[in-house]
């Protein structure tokens, strides 16, 4: 009798631990799906804009738990990706024109214009051959690297500017590389393989230890605003809205200005 007591209590205590076990793995595996299931948003981004994008999105993710994903490039590739992809749910492109372009392929929804896009002549610290104007690009043995004028919206944005000023021809003969993203360029004149380059003003203040920028003066210029933009393939628009919300609000504009862009009021 003794022993049958003693056996059931031992199948007792035994069920009991195998309960525990159980409920110790359920719990395990109800906090490994919740961090699996944590919402993610695909961001197409125009590569000028990383910095604060990176920091924007930190943010965003403190107050709403969502992940946020970059894919970087000139907006050109973007929207080939975007296309191509029918994936994502944003994107933040160099310019409206750029906008424009998604917009036609039926890739995007309502914009928000976020900042402005200064375009200024960037050069080596100390500006070493003097260039001061647009018509400086032109002169004979100053070595030029722009972005490429087919697929940088940065390349076609200097084409237009010397064009504007009659130019275009000549700057070709001193052009001695072309890139896709504006951040090849600050590298190159960083690195003094060029003297002179046309890229976005808050990059080259980025810059500043290794980067001297001069202004172009307004009449001359073609300043870009950049736009933030849905994409028609979210399958989250409610969170997409909450990024959009959160890009252009004032804790948002305090991060464009820290890396020296022009929030849009």
Known sequence: MKKKKMLMLVLSLLLVCVAFIG???????????NDT???????????????PMEEIAKEFEKKYGAKVQYTYANSS?????????????????????????????GLVLARKDLVYHVPVIAVPKGNPVGIKTLNDFKKPGVKVILGDSKTSPLGKLASKLFQK??????????????????????????????????????????????????????????IKTVPIAALKSSKDKELCNKFIS?????????IFIKYNLKPIK
Do not use: H, R
């Not at 052009?175 to 890229?199: L, R, Y």
């Open 246 to 254: 959160f890009a252009v609000s004032d804790q948002a504009k305090s």
């Open 165 to 222: 000023q009659g130019i275009e021809s000549q700057v070709k003969n001193n052009v001695v590389s072309t890139v896709t993203t504006v951040n090849e360029m600050v590298t190159f004149v960083s690195m003094k393989k060029a003297d002179a380059s046309i890229m976005w003003e808050d990059n080259a203040l980025n810059a500043s230890k290794s980067i001297d920028l001069v202004q172009i003066p307004k009449d001359q210029n073609l």
């Open 23 to 33: 409920c110790g793995q359920k719990q395990q595996s109800t906090t490994t799906n």
């Open 37 to 51: 299931d944590k919402k993610t948003l695909l961001i197409y981004c125009a590569a000028g804009v990383n910095k």
């Open 77 to 105: 590739e973007l929207i080939s990706q975007m296309e191509v992809s029918k994936k994502g749910d944003l994107c933040v492109l160099a310019s409206n024109e750029d906008y424009e372009t998604a917009n036609k392929k």
